[in-house]
């Protein structure tokens, strides 16, 4: 289950507080988004890690007790349907089940995809 976000003001404190497996992933997720979106700044939004780019939410991520979610925007769940068929997914959410390794790939490649939605040029 996520910190409270009255208890998190960053991003490294929301990760300070999960258990071992869950911030290790959230790390690996955080690591990746980063080599994709130079320029992003971390933040908190909706009391979760989010990346935002040209002052535009790009990505926000979260752990939870069995899996970690990615949060894109519907238009990335979308574009990557197929590549995302082996995962839950809903309108705006990936779900990532904790034990099994991140689709590390896949994430950088939804990210890449978002900073071009951002940018214009999707």
């Known amino acids: 289950m ?3 976000a009255k208890t998190t003001a960053t991003v490294d404190a929301y990760v300070a507080r999960l258990p071992t ?3 290790a992933a959230l790390r690996e997720m955080r690591d ?3 080599a994709c979106a130079p320029g992003a700044v971390e933040i908190i939004s909706y ?4 990346f935002k780019l040209d002052g535009t939410n790009l990505v926000h991520f979260a752990a939870f007790k069995a899996h970690v ?3 894109p925007a519907p238009s990335a769940i979308r574009a ?3 590549e995302l068929a082996a995962y839950e997914t809903s309108k705006g959410a990936i779900r990532f089940p904790l034990g099994t390794p991140l689709p590390l790939a896949l994430v ?3 990210t890449a995809f ?9």
Request: cysteine-free; glycine content about 12%; proline content about 13%.
């Open 80 to 82: 990557f349907a197929p």
């Open 32 to 34: 990746a988004v980063r």
């Open 114 to 122: 978002r900073v071009k939605e951002v940018r214009g040029g999707a």
């Open 108 to 110: 950088r490649k939804i």
């Open 21 to 23: 497996e869950a911030a």
């Open 2 to 4: 996520p910190p409270s």
């Open 47 to 50: 009391g979760i890690p989010t």
């Open 69 to 71: 979610g990615f949060y």
